[in-house]
């Protein structure tokens, strides 16, 4: 790293930029005009112009209104975020338009259609939360401001108003200690690759994916400025980064006498080391970091501060663990006396056994209430706030997770995200529930949930899944019939009915390391549903295809619900070879190893056909990013290595993170059974038992190469979406039924 500070006229502008904006709110509402236009035109540029954009009074909570006057759609909100709700609402309800990660329908009728009367509508809920540390990494990891402009709007549509904000963090970091005088030297142990900040910003590791180069640094300082400007333009209160006390490995030699704490994540990385909050010097450096945040990126005094994520405190003694939190508030307070803690509540769900009533109390009330704010993390799997008496007092928000690791499988819990919010907000023992929220490891799958969960946010009824989907589909494909009908019921009754046998959707066995068991330590292969029962779902939308191929969103759907067959085929199939080779019985271990091994190059091939399923783009972008060759092969390494290693060679989260992509499916899942399948067809030919053990020592360092290999990808999809479906429908389909017979 070159020594670097920040040009002090560049400070200026930007404090004085904050403290205009932040000290004149009252004339933020009007600025949303200008945002919300822009906005518009970015969604729908052809008819941006028959869209009047009006100021409604500010009510308590967001409202909007839509009406129609003469040949024009007016747009009413208190804010941008409930101008494009309007939007949105309009789109979805009268023009029958989608918007999603996975799939677009915004093919508006030449004479937009009229509005009867006002609508007039508000939310229930003063938060509407977005985004997990995961997610900057799962799948946010290589975004350029082009990506995060359409993930903005997406949320401005969606009636998102408090983003989780981090990109950056790192550059705040290193003028915090340049400041106290560490050199270039003492951070290279520091800092993290770039697709493992989630976790270095909450401290279970350093260093790993690294060394970080300061020009990463100073792009990604100006990127979450851009994201910044633009998320606080339409109304939205992006949450920071506060202190918890991780600190750099050199520390110590800095400060010899500082109380440090070793802790380890128990995941195959080093030690990292955390600053008691008893030290002085916790004060100290919490106050200069939102001190010199805030001067590079303004505040809205909302500051996201995990102290034990997966990493459980050295005692359950209540008091200490009240003075630790009183402490972390303080270190904020002091720097910003309007500063509001929000709570990332992962450790009361993921640490159960640790965080009962009496620790979670002490952690909760050493914080005055109207100074935090509880994020429910996982609330439509096991909502906390019915065994915390709703956070003892504090104002929290319901939260869909999702999805853990970004891994690729239709599944989710839609009836609970139904009618969980709407429940809970009825209901007289929630209390100070203030908000709902998005809180996913990772976007960009299974449209339906999010679209499903944001419905909540302008209604305080549940809603109705039968009328609901049926708006989904007719928004989405442009037709609503008996075929996507059929396809609906079933795929809300098997992958979207929840439960909770599972935690996530079930994996498919081709993605573990290979095995000759059902499952592997990440790829759990347990079903929430029959999988005999989900096939009804892909027989409709083939059927549904003739009628609804013009949709982009159905190709997408028509291509992950055959890729779910497939996926879900494998487990049976692997059945059999396991057979064939336990009975010895060379032949049809061929047999069916080779039909296995198809079975992976034909899913490949599917998902050619969609750029959301490409291998590609991921590692192109990551290259990107770099400015000379060996900053790219570092961004490689790390975009190659969290979707497959996660870390070393001895990585025990191998898979956590695993993806169905094309390319990834035939270069390493496939490889990888094909070295298994020579293996136990040697062991087989001379009568001798297989070194399983071996193998896995043997194909993880072959997965090391790959992670530190270079090979460049398909960016664009290849072949027919429909016509591939359909001709591996026609070759599988009598197959998997008559396995699950």
């Not at 993930?151 to 969606?158: P, Q, S």
């Not at 002490?362 to 935090?372: G, I, K, Q, S, Y």
């Amino acid at each position: 790293m070159k020594k670097y500070s920040i040009n002090y006229c560049f400070k200026f502008v930007v404090a004085f930029f904050a403290l205009w904006a932040f000290s004149n709110s009252s004339l933020l509402a009007q600025v949303n005009i200008p945002a919300s236009r822009a906005l518009i035109k970015r969604i729908i540029p052809q008819q941006a112009f028959d869209f009047v954009v009006e100021q409604l009074e500010p009510e308590q909570k967001d409202a909007f209104e839509i009406e129609s006057r003469g040949n024009k759609i007016i747009l009413r909100g208190n804010n941008g975020v409930s101008v494009a709700s309007a939007l949105y609402d309009y789109l979805t309800h009268y023009a029958h338009c989608q918007v999603t990660w996975n799939g677009v329908n915004l093919h508006l009728p030449p004479k937009l259609p009229s509005v009867k009367g006002l609508v007039h509508k508000n939310t229930p809920y003063q938060y509407r939360y977005y985004l997990n540390y995961c997610t900057f990494n799962y799948s946010m990891s290589w975004w350029d401001w082009d990506r995060w402009q359409k993930e903005i709007d997406w949320m401005a549509l969606h009636g998102i108003n408090m983003p989780l904000a981090l990109t950056g963090q790192e550059y705040t970091w290193y003028e915090v200690y340049k400041s106290m005088g560490f050199s270039d030297t003492d951070l290279n142990d520091f800092f993290c690759g770039p697709a493992y900040f989630s976790w270095f910003w909450m401290g279970n590791l350093d260093g790993w994916g690294g060394p970080l180069p300061l020009s990463w640094m100073e792009s990604h300082r100006d990127l979450q400025l851009k994201i910044l400007q633009r998320e606080r333009s339409l109304g939205m209160k992006p949450i920071l980064q506060s202190f918890t006390g991780h600190v750099p490995p050199s520390f110590q030699k800095h400060f010899p006498t500082s109380k440090l704490k070793k802790t380890n994540w128990n995941n195959g990385f080093a030690d990292t080391y955390i600053l008691d909050t008893e030290d002085p010097l916790f004060a100290d450096i919490g106050r200069r970091f939102i001190e010199t945040q805030t001067v590079l990126y303004g505040t809205d005094h909302l500051y996201s501060a995990d102290t034990f994520n997966e990493n459980e405190p050295p005692t359950s003694d209540t008091a200490y663990l009240s003075a630790l939190s009183s402490r972390v508030y303080q270190a904020m307070s002091k720097a910003d006396p309007k500063a509001t803690w929000v709570m990332q509540g992962w450790l009361f769900y993921s640490d159960r056994k640790f965080w009962k009533q009496p620790q979670v109390k002490a952690l909760l009330d050493a914080v005055p209430n109207d100074h935090m704010i509880v994020l429910d993390l996982a609330a439509e799997i096991q909502p906390v706030w019915k065994r915390t008496e709703a956070f003892y007092g504090k104002p929290w928000i319901w939260n869909m997770l999702h999805n853990f690791g970004g891994n690729i499988v239709l599944f989710g819990r839609m009836n609970e995200v139904a009618d969980g919010p709407a429940s809970a907000l009825a209901d007289p023992e929630s209390k100070r529930l203030a908000g709902i929220g998005l809180t996913m490891e990772a976007i960009e799958q299974n449209p339906v949930l999010y679209e499903l969960m944001t419905a909540n946010i302008w209604q305080d009824k549940p809603i109705n899944l039968d009328e609901w989907l049926k708006q989904y589909q007719l928004n989405r494909y442009g037709h609503y019939n008996k075929y996507t009908a059929q396809a609906w019921k079933v795929l809300r009754n098997t992958v979207y009915s929840g439960g909770h046998i599972i935690r996530d959707g079930s994996e498919s066995i081709i993605t573990g390391r290979p095995t000759l068991d059902s499952n592997t330590v990440w790829t759990h292969t347990t079903f929430n549903y029959k999988p005999k029962d989900f096939l009804p779902a892909w027989d409709a939308m083939i059927k549904a295809a003739p009628v609804c191929s013009n949709s982009d969103g159905f190709r997408y759907d028509l291509v992950d619900v055959t890729r779910q067959a497939l996926a879900n085929y494998a487990l049976p199939l692997q059945s059999r070879w396991v057979t064939a080779y336990r009975q010895k019985n060379i032949a049809d271990f061929k047999k069916y190893s080779s039909q296995y091994l198809r079975l992976i190059s034909d899913m490949d091939t599917l998902l050619a056909t969609r750029k959301d399923f490409l291998l590609g783009p991921w590692l192109a972008d990551a290259r990107k990013q770099g400015n000379t060759i060996a900053e790219k092969d570092i961004y490689e390494r790390n975009a190659r290595d969290l979707i497959t290693l996660w870390g070393d060679a001895n990585s025990p989260l191998h898979e956590y993170s695993c993806r169905q992509w094309s390319c990834l499916l035939n270069d390493f899942y496939k490889v990888r059974w094909e070295k298994f399948f020579a293996l136990l067809n040697d062991a087989l030919q001379q009568g001798k038992e297989a070194d399983l053990k071996g193998f896995d020592k043997s194909v993880s360092q072959w997965e090391w190469q790959w992670a530190n290999a270079h090979k460049n990808y398909p960016l664009k999809s290849t072949g027919n979406s429909v016509k591939q479906a359909n001709t591996l429908y026609n070759k599988y389909r009598k197959l998997i039924g008559a396995a699950y017979e």
